[in-house]
């Protein structure tokens, strides 16, 4: 990571935005996400895979909360980890449309932040 890129904001600003994120995400709010997130962000889930930049992110999201209109994310609390990255556990409830079938998820999630205070990176294991 450039260091422009590094994260030099504190615990709290950490925290708050990837409270945000969250937030935003439970209201599949695409043009929010698009405002938090760094243009050359990146994006790796053992689900839905790895995407760089912000426009395919932004893409497989569309697409994603298209397949899972109802999609909703609990976190536990969230904290900064010894790498600055805010971290938290989830728990993802959904429903497939084209099949119906309801899905409940676990997983751990890591948010990396510019200094700027937009998403750098997003880490998912489900």
Known sequence: ???????????QEIIDGARRYVDLSNDHDIDAISAILDTEATYASNRVGSYAGQVAILEMMTVFFADFPDVRWRTSEITVDEDGAAAFGFVMTATNAATGEQIELRGQERIRFTVRSLIAHVEVEA
Not at 1 to 11: A, E, K, W, Y
């Open 1 to 11: 990571m450039s260091p422009d890129r590094m994260t030099q904001l504190s615990d």
